[in-house]
């Protein structure tokens, strides 16, 4: 069946680095990719998707790119802030018929240190 | 985007009782409907997917007699804890989409269940 992969951490950062958290899928046919976060004791909100090859997703400064030849859509930020600090989840939705279900990864947290 | 309201966002109930979960489109109609659990500090675990007017189809591992799972409309599945116990208590969280293959799923606030 559909798998993801993540990244565990969890990961910790000082305000204004760098952010990459890793994502590789398994699947059959054609997903649709998605990262979630959340925030504590708070439901899931969609930060981004991409629904084919090479498109990339992006939001409040978080990208991703759905990269079908190496099955990833690691997630990137030039810059964190604090209030980027909650769990962030890779997910994948298959394309249809039983496979038709959001698959999550493990999450990530992260915490951003002023 | 779409909106996914889910009722109640925190209950506590005593062991032996049932507790009901309410998850509705607001916006849009819901032709599938998807319940997840989420256990602490843990990812989220599809229990199972309802599409309305029928039965719903349970992942392996979920008893479908203590989670019971009604998608009597398009815009509100029920989610049933029958029985519950304190190994029961956990954050439930719905989705749902506009129609069975769409490319994206839209999340409730979740529930968390506390049974005592």
């Known amino acids: 069946g559909d798998s993801v992969t993540q990244m565990e951490g969890p990961v910790t950062l000082s305000e204004e680095a760098f952010l990459t958290i890793n994502c590789t899928y398994t699947a059959t046919g054609y997903p649709s990719l998605f990262w979630y976060v959340q925030y504590p004791g708070e439901g899931l909100q969609l930060l981004l998707k991409?629904?084919?090859?090479?498109d990339k997703g992006s939001n409040k400064g978080f990208e991703a790119t759905y990269r079908k030849e190496t099955t990833s859509f690691h997630l990137e930020k030039g810059s964190v802030q604090v209030s980027d600090s909650a769990v962030y989840f890779c997910?994948?939705?298959?394309?249809?018929?039983?496979?038709?279900?959001?698959?999550f990864g493990k999450g990530t947290l992260l915490t951003v240190n002023p | 985007g779409a909106v996914v309201s889910q009722h109640p966002s925190r209950v506590i109930c005593k062991s032996g009782t049932s507790v009901k979960i309410e998850c509705r489109s607001l916006?849009?109609?819901?032709?599938?409907m998807f319940w997840y659990r989420q256990f602490p500090k843990k990812s989220l675990m599809l229990m199972a997917t309802s599409n309305e007017g029928s039965k719903a189809t349970y992942e392996q591992g979920v008893e479908k007699d203590k989670f019971l799972i009604n998608h009597a409309s398009l815009t509100l599945s029920t989610l049933t804890v029958t029985s519950a116990h304190p190994e029961d208590s956990s954050f439930y969280i719905c989705?749902?989409?506009?129609?069975?293959?769409?490319?994206?799923?839209?999340f409730g606030q979740g529930t968390r269940l506390t049974v005592v």
């Open positions: 916006d849009f109609q819901a032709t599938t």
């Open positions: 991409a629904t084919k090859a090479d």
């Open positions: 997910a994948l939705l298959g394309s249809g018929g039983s496979n038709y279900k959001l698959t």
């Open positions: 989705s749902a989409s506009p129609y069975w293959g769409a490319t994206e799923a839209f």
